[in-house]
């Protein structure tokens, strides 16, 4: 009975045929289960499912169709043995899964069917923007006494919502070629999701909106709960958003099961970064450490998504039947992986040539490090004259700079910015990024740039003090540098010196660097400081 279910087919104007409806309620009644089917467009049943008593578990039913505002193209009709009514796994599932419409049919004695409650998504509840009444559900019920008077022309109305849904995406599109994400905040901290929000903005993406959820802990699986879930699920599809940027770091099984469910790509604070250095990385050198630094994050990311990787390769010595096209991909990307590391072993050992003869030159180097945007490349061009790409983004330096720096009375030292640091730098970007931070261990003197008006100056001052006991570069003597002091008042800025101990000074205005430039002389001048050699010491 049920292979026979297969055999039904709807007319596109209905959404559930008397036949059919009693062929499921019999079917229902004689199992004393749950009977369910998911009909696609054209009105031939796609999948028979038999649940419990209670309820019904779908199956996997494939990636959302392309285009904008389409629904998923399949309905799920199926029983109830005791009522009708939608229970809320029924509308999570309407609204997750984006799909035309669910139905649940009423098993009466003799499994005749009886009541008939149906719903589909409500594209007015969308058109506020977020700012209508919350408690207002975002889908809209149909109930019938019968199958026989069920009155709605399921062709019509699915046309008339996908067409609507498109309008509402159209009016939320941005820049051409820009993709709009949503933010979401998993940690209790604002700082920090603030600092998320800021990196989506590094990224180059448009941000189409923010959503919050506090909990005492993570949703083992889908990350969050059903409740938020459906939220962020409608909330981008007003906004047409088509990723959500976590601010934490996602396990692979927990991102595909969060893309399963929403349609959504889920990318971790991990991918963002990687996306941003991808997209500053303009050496050689940077492009390398960026690519191995991806592959590593990629690695346990590579799934049998694709029915195409799930074939098998055939070929003499094959183990078995052969390889897997998955497992030929990992493969190779670990074969590029070694290669890659090889390639950085090497740059590693350039840069060793290049910091011995810098020794033997006697010309001591000046590092500047910080948390990200604190201020470091536009502090180098007011030292130097230089012309350093400087902008208001997170990790626009990735690539090291160095200049040479004449001191008022006698020497000369190489000044030297390196990439910014940030809370919880990746473990990938660290290994990755190795032979460009070996460039820190040899310097004579470090000028930590702080943000003095960046209300979190302190939790960012012990993330880059952190960052330098990982790297073990607190050996190092250090100067602290309280830049952007022309953005708060002159008592507020003596008050930062006294408790944190730096020089003050605006990069922008040019304020200070006259004390900061001979600081930095007198820590680097006594004959005792490595690699300051006085014999080749040039008056300014």
């Known amino acids: 009975m049920l292979e026979r279910t297969y055999r039904r087919r709807v ?60 629904f998923r193209g399949l309905r799920l009709l199926h029983t109830r043995l005791r009522g009708s009514a939608l229970n809320r796994d029924d509308l999570n599932d309407l609204v997750l899964l984006r799909l035309d419409l669910v139905a649940v049919i009423e098993v009466l004695e003799g499994g005749l069917p009886g009541q008939v409650e149906a719903a589909y998504l409500d594209p007015g509840s969308l058109a506020g923007g977020g700012n209508g009444d919350s408690a207002a559900e975002p889908f809209l019920r149909i109930r019938s006494r019968s199958v026989h008077d069920l009155d709605l022309d399921f ?31 998993l940690r209790p901290e604002d700082a920090h999701f603030a600092e998320t929000l800021e990196l989506v903005r590094s990224a180059g993406v448009t941000l189409a909106g923010r959503m919050r959820q506090r909990r005492p802990r993570i949703h083992p699986r889908t990350v969050l709960g059903k409740g938020k879930l459906e939220e962020l699920v409608l909330e981008s599809m007003r906004c047409n958003a088509t990723a959500a940027v976590f601010d934490i770091d996602l396990k692979p099984a927990q991102a595909r099961a969060f893309e399963d469910l929403t349609g959504l790509k889920a990318v971790d604070r991990t991918q963002l970064i990687l996306d941003i250095f991808a997209q500053r990385a303009r050496s050689a050198d940077g492009k390398l450490q960026v690519e191995l630094a991806q592959l590593k994050y990629s690695l346990p990311r590579l799934t049998e998504k694709d029915e195409g990787l799930s074939r098998l390769t055939g070929g003499i010595g094959g183990r078995g039947p052969g390889e897997t096209v998955m497992e030929i991909g990992r493969r190779r990307i670990r074969t590029r992986i070694r290669r890659l590391e090889k390639r950085v072993e090497h740059l590693s050992r350039q840069r060793e040539l290049r910091r011995r003869r810098r020794r033997r030159q006697g010309l001591p180097v000046l590092s500047i490090i910080g948390y990200t945007n604190a201020g470091k490349s536009t502090l180098l061009n007011a030292l130097t004259n230089s012309v350093v790409k400087a902008q208001d983004q997170l990790f626009m330096t990735l690539d090291p700079t160095s200049r040479r720096l004449r001191f008022p009375r006698e020497g000369e030292v190489l000044i030297t910015d390196t990439v910014g640091f940030i809370a919880e730098l990746p473990q990938d970007l660290i290994s990755a990024f190795r032979a460009t931070l070996e460039e820190l261990a040899d310097a004579n003197l470090l000028l930590h740039v702080i943000d003095a008006a960046d209300p979190e100056l302190d939790d960012k001052i012990r993330a880059v003090e952190m960052l330098l006991v990982d790297l073990d570069l607190n050996r190092i003597p250090l100067v602290k540098v309280l830049n952007k002091i022309d953005l708060l008042p002159p008592e507020q800025v003596n008050a930062l010196c006294g408790r944190i101990g730096g020089l003050a000074v605006s990069a922008t205005r040019r304020q200070g660097l006259a004390e900061l430039v001979k600081t930095a002389e007198d820590r680097l001048s006594p004959p005792e400081a490595p690699g300051w050699d006085n014999r080749y010491a040039r008056p300014f």
């Open 155 to 185: 062709q019509a109305t699915i046309q008339a919502l996908e067409r609507e849904f498109a309008r509402l995406a159209r009016r939320t599109r941005g820049p051409k070629g820009a993709e709009r994400v949503m933010a979401v905040g």
């Open 11 to 70: 007319p596109p104007q209905q959404a559930v045929t008397p036949e059919l409806a009693r062929h499921l309620t019999s079917a229902s009644h004689d199992l004393g289960r749950e009977v369910g089917v998911l009909i696609g467009r054209d009105g031939n049943v796609r999948n028979v499912i038999v649940g419990s008593a209670r309820g019904l578990m779908l199956p996997d039913i494939g990636r959302l169709r392309g285009g904008t505002g389409r």
